[in-house]
């Protein structure tokens, strides 16, 4: 008789419940994705400087009209809580005290990426696809690239591009924010246009 190996899942709920527990620290750089926690690479200069520059860009320009999370719980169903590096999220009365944001308070995710950027762009926006996040865009900072994902669904994004230099990107649920692949990746981050 073989033995059948049997895997445990866990939900958002187990993950926030372990995390109330003490099983997880607030050190721990973790996220759930589909049912399995999984550890986040560490943050290199480049990209927390990247991140930092984003998320002031992001908040003059946006204004009152979107609020900037970095680095916080999105939960997406019953199996996943990723931690994007950035998220722009639709202004709420109660300022997401009582809830964490899942997908339908998402005007759009950023991730940043260098050594992350096979796992972002194979696992982590095919999530956000499945779960119907409007917007994404990959800022690899390795090939100096932008690449912005729309029109999700379960088979992933109908839309994507490339962009680099000096292409503009804006948000479809914020298009007051305009920004360059050049801004958003950083100086010396950069790919020439092709």
């Not at 979107?66 to 719980?73: D, E, F, M, T, W």
């Not at 796992?119 to 690449?147: F, Q």
């Amino acid at each position: 008789m073989a033995f059948a190996i049997k895997r445990h899942r866990l939900t958002a709920d187990d993950f926030l419940r372990m995390a109330e527990a003490g099983m997880l620290r607030d050190g721990d750089r973790v996220e759930l994705i589909d049912g399995q926690i999984v550890d986040m690479p560490p943050i290199g200069a480049a990209h927390a400087g990247t991140l930092i520059e984003l998320t002031r860009l992001f908040t003059e320009r946006a204004g009152r009209k979107a609020l900037v999370s970095v680095q916080n719980p999105l939960r997406l169903g019953e199996g996943s809580m990723p931690r994007p590096d950035l998220a722009l999220l639709r202004p709420r009365p109660d300022g997401y005290r009582t809830r964490h944001p899942g997908p339908g308070d998402v005007l759009l995710l950023v991730e940043v990426c260098d050594s992350s950027a096979a796992y972002d762009r194979e696992t982590k926006v095919p999530l956000y696809a499945r779960h119907g996040v409007p917007e994404v865009w990959l800022a690899d900072l390795t090939e100096g690239i932008v690449e912005r994902y729309r029109q999700p669904g379960p088979a992933g994004y109908a839309k994507a591009e490339t962009c680099r230099g000096e292409d503009r990107l804006a948000p479809e649920r914020l298009p007051e924010a305009v920004l360059t692949a050049r801004e958003i990746l950083g100086p010396g981050n950069a790919a020439p246009p092709p």
